[in-house]
């Protein structure tokens, strides 16, 4: 290595290769699109399309039990506008491509807040909480799947209540990746669950709403 860019490129390849496990099988070519990994032409045609439209209806979002910057940050990542680490690559900004709450996976708004191990236990955890109001995300779901299938409720008023947890609970996944990266800082799944329990409560002593134990 002769200068300080190949350096750098050495050191995201190394981060990329840690949760590698070579072994004897055969390689095997899965496709992205699905979530069994089997290429199918309805997959490859909607693949064209994503990102250039939206069916996400936004008005759930914007009336539900939460403040204006969950509301926000929300809007932000239903749009998959967040500046994650794939982003940020887009725009050749450095940065450690690696999720900061799994260190196994390359980090996009899909994983961290939804597929990411340790998203996973808080979301078991906003589960039980939550008497199975919300569920654990559906493995290979996109981000707008997610949404709009957590907030089939019958009446509007629970709708609502159904987006202030996903909205608290996506915000504390953010902010516990962002302390990890400027902070250095690492919380576990319990203690996310707190501080989400916290701002959700706040919240319902100066509003009324959200409706929290």
Not at 19 to 30: K, R
Not at 61 to 71: D, I, T
Not at 163 to 171: E, P, Q, V
């Amino acid at each position: 290595m002769n200068s300080v860019e190949e350096m750098a490129d050495f050191i995201v390849l190394w981060d990329l290769v840690q949760g590698v496990h070579l072994t004897m099988e055969e390689d095997q070519i899965t496709w992205k699109w699905t979530a069994d990994g089997i290429y199918t032409a309805k997959s490859a045609y909607q693949a064209q399309f994503k990102g250039t439209y939206c069916t996400f209806k936004p008005g759930v979002l914007w009336r539900a039990h939460a403040v204006g910057k969950h509301k926000f940050f929300s809007w932000l990542l239903v749009q998959e506008k967040l500046l994650t680490a794939d982003k940020l690559q887009a725009r050749n900004w450095p940065c450690n491509p690696v999720c900061r709450l799994c260190s196994l996976h390359f980090e996009t708004a899909e994983h961290l807040c939804l597929h990411c191990p340790f998203a996973i236990q808080v979301w078991e955890l906003v589960r039980t909480w939550s008497g199975d109001t919300i569920r654990v995300p559906t493995q290979g779901a996109t981000i707008e799947e997610w949404w709009c299938d957590a907030l089939m409720q019958p009446t509007k008023n629970e709708r609502r209540q159904a987006a202030a947890y996903l909205m608290y609970t996506a915000w504390n996944l953010w902010k516990e990746r962002n302390r990890r990266v400027f902070e250095g800082k690492a919380a576990e799944p319990k203690i996310v669950l707190q501080l989400i329990k916290e701002e959700m409560q706040l919240r319902f002593r100066a509003c009324g709403a959200p409706v929290v134990s």
